[in-house]
C-alpha cells in the first residue's frame, strides 16, 4: 500500500463516516439507507456483483467476487450502522463531521464497525488493482441492523443460506487485546436477559396505616437480589454452575501472559478493589465464569424530599453473561425457579424472560484459525499473538457457525479504549493501516484452507 492509497482510504473513509447511519433511530432511516448506498457505489467501484438487499428493517449489502476457481470461498461479515450519540455534549468535534486528530479518526461508526470494514474493503481493492485477482472466493454481507440487535440478520441468512455458502466467515467488529499486539479472538459470552416483577398491594398504601402489616414489594426485591448472588460474585442458583467447561490449562497459561495488570484495570474505571469469585483471575472472571448482574431496580418514592409510602410494586432488570456449555433456556429455566421457589408471603412474583443469545468458541486449533495467525504473524513480525477472550456477546456469530457450518475468524483492529458507543470514538490511523495489511494477508493465508 502507498502513502497515496493510505491518504485516499482515509478521505473515503471520512466520506462515509460522514451519513449519521443511526439504525435505532426512525428519523435516521434514510440516512442508514444512504450508507447502505455509498457502500454499494464502492463495492461496485472495486469490481464486486453488488446488491442491496432487503429486509423487513434496514436493507444488508451484499456483494461477491467468485472468480477463483477451486480455492476457498470466504464470508466477511460487518455493519454500517452506528449508535446513537448521547451525549452529544461529550465530543469535542462533531460525530458526524470525521477529523484526524493527533493520529486518531475522530467520529461515530470510526471503530465501530465501518472504519474495520472499511480496512477489508481497502485491502481488496488494492489486491484486485495490483494482481487484478483475488486469492480466494468473496461474498460480503454489511448488514444495518447491528447496533439494534440483528433483528433480522437470523432470518436473512437462513434464507439466503445456498448464496452465503462459505468455508470460512470473517469478522472485524471488536477489539485488539492492546495497542500493537496482535489478536485473534476465541471465545465471546452467551446471555441470558430477565425481569422480575413484584406486585403487592392492589395499590400504593400509606406507610403508617398499612407497614408492619402488609409485605413491602421492593424488601421482596431485595430478598430475591440477595439471594441470587453472594458478596464474591458466586451465584446461588442451583445448577447453574453444573455445565461450565472448564478452559483448558494452555489457553490459561497464555491469558497468564498477556500483558494485563489488575491494578491498572481496576483505575482505569475508578475502582481501588473488584471484589469476585475467588480462586479465578479478573481476565478469567471476565471471560470464562458466568455472571449474573443486576442491570436496574424500580420500586417506589425516589424523588427529592419524603413520602411515607408502601409501595405496590417493584422490579429488576437482570442478566446473566454465559459461558461454554450453558444453555441460556436452562440458565433462565433455573433462575426462574429459583425465584419462584422463594417463600415470600404477602406479594406475588412474575419472572419475565427478555432475551438470550448463545455463547461462542473459535477452535484456535482450527486450519483457518491458523492461517489467520500466521496473517498476523506476518503484520506484526516477532511479536506474540495473543489468544483472547471476550466478556461480551456477538449473536450473529452463532448464527453463521449453525446456520452455514462455518468457522468463524474474530480478527479484531480497534483498541479497547476506542470509546465504541461512547462519545468522542475514535479509530487509530495505526490500527486502520494495520487492518488493512493484516486484512490482505489474511486472504492470501487463506487461500491455501483446504475445502
Ligand atoms: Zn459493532
Not at 454465559?322 to 444453555?327: A, C, G, M, R
Not at 476506542?418 to 494495520?434: I, V
Request: aromatic content about 8%.
Amino acid at each position: 500500500m502507498t502513502d497515496n492509497d493510505f491518504q485516499q482510504a482515509q478521505n473515503e473513509l471520512l466520506e462515509w463516516l460522514a451519513i449519521p447511519s443511526i439504525s435505532t433511530l426512525p428519523e435516521r432511516a434514510p440516512d442508514v439507507r444512504r450508507a447502505a448506498e455509498w457502500l454499494h457505489a464502492k463495492l461496485e467501484g472495486v469490481g464486486f456483483h453488488t446488491q442491496i438487499l432487503e429486509t423487513t428493517g434496514h436493507p444488508v449489502v451484499y456483494a461477491e467476487l467468485l472468480n477463483a476457481a477451486g480455492a476457498p470461498t470466504v464470508l466477511l461479515y460487518g455493519h454500517y450502522d452506528v449508535q446513537p450519540v448521547d451525549p452529544i455534549g461529550e465530543w469535542t468535534s462533531d460525530p458526524f463531521t470525521p477529523v484526524v486528530r493527533d493520529g486518531e479518526i475522530i467520529a461515530r461508526g470510526s471503530t465501530d464497525d465501518k472504519g474495520q470494514v472499511y480496512a477489508h474493503v481497502k485491502a481488496l481493492e488494492i489486491m484486485l488493482r495490483d494482481r487484478a485477482a483475488l486469492p480466494v472466493n468473496l461474498k460480503i454481507l454489511i448488514e444495518g441492523e447491528e447496533e439494534i440487535g440483528s433483528p433480522n440478520l437470523e432470518e436473512f441468512v437462513k434464507a439466503q443460506a445456498e448464496r452465503l455458502a462459505c468455508d470460512v466467515v470473517v469478522i472485524s467488529d471488536g477489539s485488539m487485546f492492546a495497542p500493537g499486539v496482535p489478536t485473534l479472538t476465541t471465545g465471546l459470552r452467551g446471555l441470558c436477559y430477565l425481569e422480575v416483577h413484584v406486585q403487592g398491594a392492589s395499590k400504593d398504601l400509606h406507610s403508617g396505616g398499612y407497614g408492619g402489616a402488609v409485605a413491602n414489594p421492593i424488601q421482596a426485591l431485595a430478598q430475591i437480589i440477595q439471594s441470587l448472588r453472594d458478596g464474591n460474585g458466586q451465584i446461588l442458583v442451583s445448577g447453574i454452575y453444573d455445565r461450565v467447561r472448564a478452559v483448558p490449562k494452555v489457553e490459561l497459561e497464555g491469558w497468564r501472559k498477556l500483558p494485563f495488570s489488575e491494578n491498572q484495570f481496576a483505575s482505569s474505571v475508578g475502582v481501588d478493589a473488584l471484589p469476585g469469585e475467588p480462586n479465578y483471575s479478573v481476565l478469567e472472571r471476565l471471560w470464562a465464569r458466568p455472571t449474573l448482574e443486576i442491570n436496574g431496580i424500580w420500586g417506589g418514592f425516589a424523588g427529592e424530599g419524603k413520602k411515607t409510602v408502601l409501595p405496590a410494586k417493584a422490579g429488576a432488570k437482570i442478566s446473566l453473561r454465559l459461558v461454554p456449555d450453558q444453555s441460556p433456556e436452562e440458565i433462565f429455566e433455573l433462575v426462574s425457579a429459583h425465584i419462584m421457589a422463594l417463600e415470600l408471603p404477602g406479594v406475588r412474583v412474575e419472572v419475565v424472560k427478555l432475551g438470550t443469545g448463545p455463547w461462542a468458541l473459535v477452535d484456535a486449533n482450527s486450519p483457518a484459525a491458523k492461517l489467520a495467525l500466521r496473517a498476523l504473524e506476518r503484520a506484526y513480525p516477532g511479536k506474540d499473538v495473543a489468544f483472547v477472550r471476550s466478556g461480551g456477546s456477538i449473536p450473529v456469530v452463532s448464527v453463521f457457525s449453525q446456520i452455514l457450518s462455518a468457522p468463524v475468524l474474530l480478527v479484531d483492529y480497534g483498541l479497547p479504549d476506542d470509546g465504541a458507543h461512547g462519545p468522542d470514538e475514535r479509530f487509530t490511523l495505526e490500527c486502520f493501516k494495520k487492518g488493512i495489511e493484516v486484512s490482505g494477508y489474511l486472504y492470501e493465508e487463506l487461500a491455501s484452507l483446504k475445502v
